[in-house]
């Protein structure tokens, strides 16, 4: 699974934000790895430097030298609607009437299509297929009639779907969340300006202080004198859809979402794991690196109590918490496997078992996630091949049933193991002695949310979003997109 991008803006007073936005987008690089990019204002003209490749390859010191203004917005990305090419990497940069506009856009729409096609009808040409560039034609067909807080309105009134957008305006920068949510977005403040991020990490590395999360349906304009921010709350809804695998799988440990560090919400999540399907073996181990997180709050919750959820003896020490499992970093992502036999050795060649820490031990191991199943039957495989007696598989989110259509790359239901697999399936499947996933109630409660808040359509088939030939879990419709009207101004 690879999360599609993320997105930020920086607004300083006085010096150039080329830089600031470049370590940001480092600190993003998790987000995406296929193209990076940076537009940039400086009072007069808009610049912009997108490549494919990684941030410290996309960019050299002339290229951010070049890149002049204290305002501007930067994007990594990982393809999600559009083409894999350099058409649809961000930011989306162009000048119309109404100005200049940039935009880096974390999420996807569910009716850019349509959208398109009303545009194209009444004469907008388009550059790319991606829904980006659907949402700054349409902002920009907005602007010729009206200011950017209502232009932006109406472009929240039409597009449906995910979407946390970093945007320049001339040598203004904006941030927009949807109204549900679903994507994260926050504002940071630096000692010379403000700054919107998908994570707080970027905020971070530029020495910032976290303000707050960007509200679903909120519209942030950084002041250009470095100042502040003003707030627009455009669109109220009754329920958020924040996507739980952020707190699960995508952001960084080090990230401050919804007001709580994920890493800790991994470890509760880890807690309520035991609580539910806690067994007792000699070792817990994760899947490095992601299963880290999760496996100490698993082992943590199990040395005070027992599975059977009675407090621990004195001289119990409950399960032995170890890294069985080392991670060969440099094993990328462009490893070619032609064989089916090189491709079960691929496992291999990424973790390699410790054999003193397995051999003749009953083992749990934990991972945020299982997708295809292929990684884990060949790592219950491992283990066994390494002697040990017992592999239990614990899963530290629920089973992942059906895509994504919110800006994840996670696999077509065919894929997916669990989409008509039973639990004991694909243990089964997998052979492992025992596989338990963690329920969406846990999740919930983990996160201090109503389910009705989350987003939790991967796992229980029901999206929030009004997606062609799926589910919904709420009472939801993608607005109506037809004529060449603006919506009626309110
Ligand atoms: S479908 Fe799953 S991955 Fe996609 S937004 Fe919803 S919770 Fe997140």
Redesign the pocket.
């Not at 987003?455 to 991967?458: H, P, S």
């Given at each position: 699974m690879t999360e599609k991008c993320g997105v930020v803006g920086v607004s300083l007073d006085g010096r150039d934000a080329a830089r600031p936005l470049y370590y940001a987008l480092y600190a993003l690089q998790h987000r995406g790895q296929e193209s990076a990019g940076i537009v940039t204002h400086d009072g007069f003209q808009q610049h912009s430097h997108v490549e494919m490749g990684l941030v410290g390859d996309a960019f050299g010191e002339d290229d951010l030298d070049a890149l002049s203004g204290a305002a501007g917005i930067g994007h990594v990305r990982y393809p999600t609607a559009g083409s894999v090419d350099s058409s649809c990497a961000q930011p989306f940069s162009v000048s119309f009437k109404s100005g200049s506009l940039g935009l880096s856009h974390n999420g996807n729409l569910v009716n850019a299509d349509e959208i398109r096609d009303e545009l194209a009808a009444a004469g907008h040409a388009f550059t790319s297929d991606g829904d980006t560039e659907v949402i700054a034609h349409d902002l920009a067909r907005n602007l010729l009639e009206e200011d950017l807080v209502r232009a932006v309105k109406h472009t929240m009134g039409r597009i449906h779907g995910?979407y946390s957008l970093t945007i320049t305006h001339d040598d203004t920068v904006l941030g927009v969340r949807d109204p549900q949510g679903?994507r994260p977005l926050c504002i940071g403040e630096l000692e010379d300006g403000y700054m919107l991020a998908s994570e707080s990490a970027a905020i971070d590395t530029l020495d910032g202080d976290l303000v707050r999360d960007v509200r679903p349906g909120e519209l942030v304009v950084l002041q250009e004198d470095g100042e502040g921010f003003d707030s627009y709350q455009l669109v109220d809804n009754e329920h958020t859809a924040h996507?739980?695998?952020e707190h699960v799988y995508f952001a960084r440990p080090d990230s401050v979402i919804d007001e709580t560090l994920v890493y800790e919400a991994r470890r509760n999540l880890g807690r309520e794991l035991w609580d539910e399907s806690g067994v007792e073996t000699d070792v817990v181990m994760p899947v490095p690196d992601s299963g880290r997180a999760f496996a100490s709050g698993y082992a943590d919750a199990a040395s005070e109590t027992t599975a059977d959820g009675e407090p621990r003896d004195a001289d119990d020490d409950g399960v032995e918490f170890a890294e069985g499992l080392m991670k060969n970093r440099y094993v990328g992502r462009t490893f070619i496997m032609p064989t089916q036999d090189e491709r079960e050795r691929a496992v291999r060649l990424k973790l390699n078992p410790i054999k003193s820490t397995i051999e003749g031990k009953t083992v749990t191991v934990i991972d945020d996630s299982i997708v295809r199943g292929t990684t884990s039957t060949q790592l219950v495989q491992l283990l066994k091949d390494c002697g040990a007696e017992e592999v239990h598989v614990r899963i530290g989110a629920p089973a992942i049933v059906a895509p994504?259509y919110?800006g994840?790359d996670?696999a077509t239901r065919d894929e997916l193991i669990a989409a008509d697999k039973s639990t004991a399936e694909i243990r089964d499947e997998i052979a492992a002695d025992s596989l338990a996933y963690l329920s969406t109630d846990a999740v919930a409660d983990v996160l201090g949310k109503e389910r009705i808040d989350l987003?939790?359509?991967?796992v229980t088939g029901e999206?929030p979003y009004d997606i062609d030939g799926e589910e919904t879990d709420r009472d939801v419709s993608r607005p109506e997109v037809g004529g060449q009207q603006l919506p009626a101004d309110d």
């Open positions: 995910s679903n996507c739980f695998f994504c919110m994840i996670m987003c939790l359509g991967c999206y």
